[in-house]
């Protein structure tokens, strides 16, 4: 079973500049995580998608950040301006179903460095 | 609102000896309980879960975790560690009882396992 595709898996770019990141979640999970983990904490979620709709995005920053799943398979998180805060490693996790008692499976993650 | 928090940023264990590493959780309804590991660059992979029944749950890699209701907790342990051990160890939590089913991270323990 293929696992959580994410690319790319590294990224350097300037600030105010645009980024973008995309992953492709376990075949048949109707359920897309988008993490962001700072160096030194535990990921944090910023979005989460059920097939097409979003469940949860309150702790995205939507004045930068925005994310889609149009067709409910695979995503891509934004970043426009990136400030350099938003240096840290994006992470994308899929699961069969958002209201269950699973696990989350997730790619091997997008760095970002913002100079 | 659930928060999980892993009260060790890093635990030091001898190779051979027994390890545990520490998680305290806050829900307002039943937990569902993860552990998950990190390897550098890598992503997340799960380790073992809680959902119910036993309060003692094995999972991979020789792993267990003890969950215990009255002191909210669920320690992750192994009676024998190995160097190979050595990684970022997250905790996490689902409340399934009071409403918000998203999975919250701990801010993890480096686990290093001398030879």
């Known amino acids: 079973e293929a696992g959580v595709a994410q690319s790319p898996r590294y990224k350097i770019i300037e600030k105010r500049q645009s980024v973008a990141f995309w992953c492709n979640p376990i075949?048949?999970?109707?359920?897309l995580y988008w993490y962001q983990q700072i160096l030194g904490q535990g990921p944090k979620l910023l979005i989460q998608?059920?097939?097409?709709?979003?469940?949860?995005d309150s702790q995205l920053p939507k004045d930068r950040f925005s994310a889609e799943r149009l067709k409910g398979v695979d995503s891509t998180l934004k970043i426009q301006p990136a400030k350099l805060e938003d240096s840290a490693v994006y992470l994308c996790?899929?699961?069969?179903?958002?209201?269950?008692?699973?696990?989350?499976?997730f790619g091997e993650g997008s760095r970002l460095t913002v100079l | 609102a659930q928060s999980v928090a892993q009260p060790e940023d890093q635990v030091n264990v001898a190779e051979g000896n027994p390890l545990t590493v520490k998680c305290t959780y806050s829900?307002?309804?039943?937990?569902?309980l993860f552990w998950y590991v990190q390897y550098p660059n890598r992503g997340l992979q799960f380790l073992l879960k809680?959902?119910?029944?036993?309060?003692l749950v094995k999972g991979s890699y020789g792993f267990e975790a003890e969950f215990n209701k009255s002191q909210t907790s669920f320690h992750l342990k192994k009676p024998s560690a190995l160097v190979s051990d050595s990684a970022l160890y997250f905790c996490?939590?689902?409340?399934?009882?009071?409403?918000?089913?998203?999975?919250?991270f701990g801010r993890g323990t480096s686990l290093i396992v001398h030879p």
């Open positions: 996790a899929s699961s069969p179903e958002a209201y269950s008692s699973g696990e989350l499976f």
């Open positions: 075949s048949g999970h109707a359920t």
């Open positions: 998608f059920q097939n097409n709709g979003v469940v949860d």
């Open positions: 829900v307002s309804g039943n937990p569902y």
């Open positions: 809680y959902i119910t029944g036993d309060n």
């Open positions: 996490a939590v689902r409340d399934m009882g009071g409403g918000s089913y998203i999975p919250t």
